[in-house]
Nanobody, 124 residues
Framework: QVQLVASGGGSVQAGGSLTLSCAPS?????????MGWFRQTPGKEREGVAL???????TYADSVKGRFTISKDNPKNTLYLQMNSLRSEDTGMYYC?????????????????WGQGTQVIVSS
């Protein structure tokens, strides 16, 4: 079964930056109109961080607006999350996943299996 594998996490100080990547574990021609980044912080449920659709329309959670940027490289079948001005509350495990689209609008509801996440630790 093809998994989505996130990478690029690490430990940074508050105010720093990281760029996360997400790609399938093996070649796949599976297509998803919407993709998203999610995170799970200690003691909390997994939450949506950013969404992008096939037309590069993006949506962000209020907590990351102006600091995070989601993008994708279709030929490389790779999803990215550029994270700037990181805060301690951004600490958590980050995942990518396909998300359900209603019409041409992405929802925050993941539609695929959860793959390998990448840990982000922000120290203040």
């Amino acid at each position: 079964q093809v998994q989505l594998v996130a990478s690029g996490g690490g430990s940074v100080q508050a105010g720093g930056s990281l760029t996360l990547s997400c790609a399938p574990s093996e070649y796949t021609d599976a297509y998803s109109y919407c993709m998203g980044w999610f995170r799970q912080t200690p003691g909390k449920e997994r939450e949506g961080v950013a969404l992008i659709d096939n037309d590069d329309y993006v949506t962000y959670a209020d907590s990351v607006k102006g600091r995070f940027t989601i993008s994708k490289d279709n030929p490389k079948n790779t999803l990215y999350l550029q994270m700037n001005s990181l805060r301690s509350e951004d600490t958590g495990m980050y995942y990518c996943n396909r998300v359900i689209a209603i019409g041409r609008s992405c929802t925050w509801d993941p539609s695929g299996h959860w793959g390998q996440g990448t840990q982000v630790i922000v120290s203040s």
